[in-house]
Each structure stands twice: as structure tokens, then as C-alpha cells.
């Protein structure tokens, strides 16, 4: 059942990144064009419209925190893996759950807290006197509330692998790093040869 569940949220996940790419690369384009006229207009007709500047500012708030989420779903973060060839497949998997685990909590602190400070926002117009300040500032909450159901699909996949690994896919997979890592010193030394 835990299967079955983790295939069908994973496939969800997997939706909601085409969804949030297709909304940030239409940010960005939007941005690009909302800069392209501030460029022409500045330099034709020494006109600058202020609009554009802050538009474009707060949509790439959107676009950082979107992003964010789509990262977090191929594990795409900037990680150090010194210790990762230290350790056997299954203790990392284990380490791995356990950083899971505190990230959805520090997600969850965070999503709430900036949910607070995007109602703040709600009284506080912007500076060009657009919009309320609420909808630009709700990216963040929405941006943490995307990572944490990424960061929850990772977490749902390791539980599966534990549950349905058997001590021989776990040694398998053992093997399959440990060549990993020798073909990668037997690359480095064939490359320092060559120097």
C-alpha cells in the first residue's frame, strides 16, 4: 500500500514541477520583456517606468522560490559528498531520511512564519502604490509549502527502498559505488598522466 502511495505522489510531484516550471519560465519571460521595454523606452524615449522594476523584483522572488521546489525534487541542491563514499548505501540512505526529516520541520517553521509576515503585507502597499505587498511576499509560504511536498516525496521514496530492499540489492548496490569510485581515481590518475 506504502508502494502504491509513494508511486502515485511521486507522479503528482512530477506534475506539479511541470506545472511550477511552465508558471516560472512564463515569470522570466515576462521579466525579460517587462525589462526589454525599461531598456528601449529609457533609451529612445527617456522614459522609465517603475512598474517594471518592481514587477520584475517580485517575480523573481516567485522564480527563487519555485525553483527552490524543483530542486529539492531531483535532490539538486548544492550538497558536500565528502562523506558520501565513506559510507555504506544503506547508512546514507539512513542519513539522508534523517536530513529529510529535519528539513520538513525547518519547511514547515518556515512556511508558517512567512505566511504571518505575507498577511503583514496586506495593509502595506508597495512602492509604486501597484498592489498590497500580500502578493508578492506570498511566494514565500507558497515557495516552502512546494519544497516541503517535495522534501516529503523524497523522504515517502527512501521508506519505500527500506522496506523492499533485500540485503543483496543493498550489497548490489555497494558494489555498483565502490566501481564508481574506482573508475573515478582510475580517471583522475589517467588525467594527471596526461599532465
Partial sequence: MLKNFSVAYDAAMKKLNKVVGAISVTILSAIFLMMSVEILSRSMLQVS??????????????????????????SGHIAVTLFHNLMSPKVLEITKSIFDIIVLYVLIMYALYSYEFALAGMHSPSVTRMMTMIYPRMAIPIGFLLMFLQVFNNLLKRFVKFQEYTQEQWDAEKARKTDLILKEIAEEESAGDAD
Wanted: proline share 0%; hydrophobic share 60%.
Fill in 49 to 74: 517606468y517603475a512598474w517594471s522594476m518592481e514587477l520584475s523584483r517580485f517575480g523573481l522572488v516567485f522564480v527563487i522560490f519555485f525553483g527552490g521546489s524543483m530542486l529539492f525534487h531531483e
